[in-house]
C-alpha cells in the first residue's frame, strides 16, 4: 500500500510539473508574439508622429512626397489605434497646406472618401484632425474644394457643427468656409447642406476661437451674392453678429465688420438690414482700433453702405461718420486708406449738402495726400474720383477745391507718364467736373499754361463764361498775365478753344489784345522801321 501510494504520488508530481512547464512555455511564448506585435504598434506610431513633425518644416516636403510619403500614410488612416489615426490625418494635412500639388495628391490617393467616412465613426481628436485635412485641401482652388464636396464631406461636416466638442465644431466650420470662399456655386452646396442655422448657434457658443471662426465661414458664404446674404440673414445671423462689433477681441472684431460689410454691399434692403442692427456709431470707435484690420474692415463696411443711397449716406453722416472716416483716411496708409477715400466719394456724390459736410469736415487735405503720396495708381485714381465728387456740385466746392490746389495736382497726375490708365480718366473726369463748376478765376489760372489742349478748353471756357460779368476779375486777368496766356494759346481756327478765346478778346479793346500777342513786339519794330523809312 505504501509502495502504491508512493507511485501514485509520483505520477502525480510529474504530471504536475509537465502541466507547470507547459502553461510557462505557452505564456512565454504569448508573450514573444505579442512583443512582436507591440514592437510594429511602436514603430508606426514613431513613424506618423516623426513624419507629422517633419512636415510642420517646409524644406522637408519636397523629400516627404519623394520618399512616397501618401501611399504610406493612407492605410494608417484605418489603423486599429486611434492616436495612430490621428497622427496620420495631422501629418496628412500638414502636407496639404503646404502646396496645391500635394493637396492633389492626397484628391488622387483616394484619400478623401476614408476621411469622411471616419468623420461619423471615431472620435473627437480624430474628426478634428480629419476636418483639419479637408480644410488644407479645400482651400488651394476652386476645383480641389469641388473634390471635398464630390466625397461626401459636407453632410459629415455639418454634423460636425453639432458636436458637442467646440474644437470639433472650429474644425467643421474652418472647413466650410474654405468650401465656400471660391465661387458662389460651392457656397450655395454649403448653405444647401444646412450649416447656416448652425453656424448661427455657433456664434452664440461662448469660445471664442469658435465664434472668430463661425463669423469668417458666414462672411465666406454671403460675399458672394445677394441670394446667399439673404439666407445667411434669413437664418437671424446678423441681431448676433452686429453687437459684436463692441467686443474687446481685435479678431473677432474683424470678421464680424467684414462679414457686415459682406452682407451689405449687395443691395439696399441688405444694407437697410445691417444699420436696423444698430451699428451706428458703434462701428465709427472700430475706425480708431489699435488692430489694422479691424479698422480697414470697419472702413469698408462703412463703404458698402454709403454707396447705396442719399438716405444711408446722409444716417452716416448724421452719426459723426464723415469726421471718423476724415480722420481714418489721414491716419491710414497703402490699401487701408483705399475704403475710407471711397466712403467720402461714396457720400459726397450724392448731393450738394453732403459734399459740404465733407468739406466741412476738412476731407480735402487727407484725398489731396493720397493723390499725391500714395505709391500706388490705383489709390491715386479712388482719390482723384472721391475728389470729384466733392468738387462737381456748385461754384463753391469747386472753391475749395481750387483753393486747396488740388486742380494742379489732378493735372500732374493725369500728366505724368507713368500714371496707368484708369488714374488718367479717373483724373480727367475730375478735372473737367470740377473747372467746369469753378469760378475762382485766380485758381484756374496756372492752367492756362500747363493743361494740354483737351483740359485747356474747359479752362478757357470758364473764363469766357466770367469774365464778361465781372469788372473787377476782367482788370485782374490782365494784371495777373492772364490774358497774354491766352493770346499765347494756339487754337486752330473753327474749334471750341478757338470760339473761347475769340470771346474773352471780345471784352478787351483791340489794343490791349494786340499788346498782348505773341508778335506784339515785332509789329512794334516793323512799323518803326517802316517810320524810320518814310523819314
Avoid at 64 to 78: E, K
Avoid at 132 to 142: D, G, I, M, N, W
Avoid at 417 to 424: C, F, G, R, T, V
Amino acid at each position: 500500500t505504501t509502495q502504491s501510494t508512493w507511485g501514485i504520488c509520483a505520477r502525480n508530481a510529474s504530471l504536475l510539473c509537465v502541466f507547470v512547464f507547459g502553461q510557462t512555455y505557452s505564456v512565454t511564448m504569448s508573450r514573444a508574439v505579442l512583443q512582436v506585435f507591440e514592437n510594429y504598434q511602436k514603430a508606426r506610431v514613431a513613424f506618423v508622429q516623426t513624419v507629422a513633425e517633419l512636415a510642420t518644416r517646409p524644406p522637408n516636403i519636397d523629400a516627404l512626397q519623394n520618399a512616397g510619403v501618401m501611399a504610406l500614410l493612407r492605410p494608417l488612416l484605418l489603423d486599429s489605434v486611434p492616436s495612430i489615426q490621428q497622427s496620420a490625418a495631422l501629418a496628412l494635412g500638414r502636407l496639404a497646406n503646404y502646396s496645391d500639388d500635394l493637396a492633389e495628391a492626397v484628391v488622387s490617393n483616394e484619400i478623401l472618401p476614408q476621411l469622411v467616412y471616419s468623420l461619423s465613426e471615431q472620435n473627437r481628436f480624430y474628426k478634428k484632425a480629419a476636418a483639419f485635412v479637408l480644410r488644407a485641401v479645400a482651400k488651394h482652388s476652386p476645383q480641389l474644394a469641388q473634390a471635398v464636396v464630390d466625397s461626401g464631406a459636407l453632410d459629415a461636416l455639418v454634423t460636425c457643427l453639432e458636436e458637442f466638442d467646440p474644437s470639433v465644431k472650429e474644425a467643421a466650420a474652418w472647413a466650410l468656409g474654405y468650401i465656400a470662399r471660391h465661387t458662389a456655386e460651392l457656397a450655395q452646396t454649403v448653405v444647401d447642406a444646412g450649416a447656416v442655422p448652425l453656424l448661427v448657434l455657433c456664434i452664440q457658443e461662448p469660445e471664442l476661437t469658435l465664434k472668430r471662426i463661425s463669423a469668417s465661414a458666414l462672411s465666406d458664404i454671403c460675399k458672394h451674392s445677394p441670394e446667399l446674404a439673404q439666407a445667411v440673414v434669413d437664418a437671424g445671423a446678423i441681431p448676433y453678429i452686429a453687437p459684436l462689433i463692441a467686443h474687446p477681441d481685435g479678431k473677432l472684431k474683424r470678421q464680424v465688420c467684414s462679414c457686415l460689410a459682406q452682407v451689405a454691399k449687395h443691395s439696399v434692403d441688405l444694407a437697410e438690414f445691417v444699420v436696423e442692427a444698430e451699428i451706428f456709431p458703434k462701428i465709427l470707435t472700430c475706425l480708431k482700433d489699435i488692430d489694422v484690420y479691424v479698422r480697414k474692415n470697419a472702413a469698408t463696411c462703412i463703404r458698402e453702405i454709403a454707396k447705396h443711397t442719399p438716405e444711408l449716406a446722409k444716417l452716416i453722416v448724421n452719426a459723426g461718420g464723415v469726421a471718423a472716416i476724415v480722420d481714418y483716411v489721414s491716419d491710414a496708409k497703402g490699401n487701408a486708406r483705399l475704403p475710407g477715400i471711397m466712403s467720402l466719394g461714396y457720400i459726397a456724390a450724392f448731393s450738394e449738402t453732403l459734399a459740404l459736410a465733407v468739406i466741412v469736415s476738412k476731407g480735402i487735405p487727407p484725398l489731396k495726400d493720397a493723390l499725391i503720396s500714395e505709391p500706388e495708381d490705383h489709390i491715386k485714381a479712388a482719390s482723384a474720383w472721391s475728389l470729384g465728387q466733392i468738387g462737381r456740385h456748385s461754384p463753391d466746392h469747386a472753391r475749395a477745391l481750387a483753393e486747396a490746389d488740388v486742380l494742379r495736382r489732378l493735372l500732374a497726375v493725369y500728366l505724368h507718364e507713368e500714371s496707368s490708365e484708369d488714374l488718367k480718366t479717373k483724373a480727367k473726369r475730375a478735372l473737367k467736373s470740377v473747372i467746369q463748376k469753378c469760378t475762382h478765376l485766380p485758381a484756374l489760372e496756372p492752367l492756362l499754361q500747363e493743361a494740354p489742349a483737351n483740359i485747356l478748353k474747359y479752362v478757357v471756357q470758364q473764363f469766357a463764361k466770367v469774365l464778361p460779368h465781372d469788372l473787377q476779375a476782367r482788370r485782374a486777368f490782365v494784371q495777373s498775365g492772364g490774358l497774354q496766356k491766352v493770346q499765347e494759346i494756339k487754337a486752330d481756327p473753327g474749334t471750341k478753344l478757338r470760339e473761347y478765346v475769340d470771346e474773352i478778346n471780345s471784352q478787351y479793346p483791340a489794343e490791349i489784345v494786340q499788346y498782348y500777342s505773341p508778335h506784339y513786339s515785332e509789329t512794334l519794330l516793323r512799323k518803326l522801321d517802316e517810320y524810320t523809312t518814310a523819314q
